[in-house]
């Protein structure tokens, strides 16, 4: 009998056979219009580099008015600076749904690409004299894959960024409200002084602080997970 773990371990191996064959294969099922749109569209390479464009024009406006090292902008990961649409191109194929255990594995093999636009945007914020944090969802046993897979894109802790914050592996709460509320804090000890989040960027509703107005950029994942905070997600809009 297969054990989850090994079932798990399938349905990543057929995310990058599907990623990288050239061939089609009767026996896969075809992949969701969401799944597909993010795999394969122009449309959303566009969308996606049109929304960090805004972003990037709004921080430099920001900090033509803020001291260098005062200001923060808090990003997701996945789906907003990680594009993982190969794990669900696996799924798609397979019939099969998202599991902690296949994500997990996913996670561990440190393969996922970047969303268009990303790293370019990072980078604005550093040269402007901003500062860079995430705030994700994935779990802690999850975090040094995580920084790897990041590091191998480009992008690096300290250098690029300056602090993720994951979420408890048991029991770890999704909510990322009160991980928001510690980023002044965690900051001002690092050395940083008084630091404030000027902006949020993300693709689900709970991206963003609930207690504030503060700017937040929405990138569009096509509703392959969460609460997208699209307001019409996917294609065919």
Not at 42 to 59: D, L, N, P, Q, R
Not at 186 to 210: C, M, N
């Amino acid at each position: 009998m297969m054990t989850t773990k090994n079932r798990a371990f399938v349905l990543v191996s057929i995310a990058l056979l599907s990623a990288c064959s050239t061939n089609s294969v009767e026996s896969l099922r075809p992949l969701s219009p969401e799944t597909d749109w993010v795999a394969n569209s122009s449309e959303w390479v566009f969308e996606a580099e049109s929304v960090y464009a805004k972003a990037t024009e709004f921080v430099r406006e920001q900090a033509a008015v803020r001291p260098k090292d005062s200001w923060v902008v808090i990003l997701d990961i996945d789906e907003t600076v990680l594009n993982n649409v190969a794990y669900q191109v696996g799924l798609d194929r397979a019939g099969e749904d998202y599991s902690n255990e296949s994500w997990y594995l996913w996670t561990q093999r440190q393969e996922a690409s970047l969303v268009p636009g990303a790293a370019e945007f990072i980078e604005a914020v550093r040269e402007s004299g901003g500062l860079v944090g995430f705030v994700t969802n994935r779990r802690d046993i999850e975090q040094l894959a995580t920084e790897i897979n990041l590091a191998q894109l480009g992008i690096h802790r300290g250098e690029d960024f300056q602090f993720l914050l994951t979420r408890a592996d048991k029991n770890g709460v999704g909510d990322k409200q009160a991980r928001f509320g510690v980023v002044a804090s965690l900051l001002k000890v690092q050395g940083y002084g008084d630091v404030e989040t000027i902006a949020y960027v993300g693709d689900s509703i709970g991206d963003k602080s609930a207690a504030t107005d503060t700017a937040f950029f929405c990138i569009d994942q096509g509703a392959m997970y969460g609460d997208p905070c699209a307001a019409r997600p996917g294609p065919d809009r």
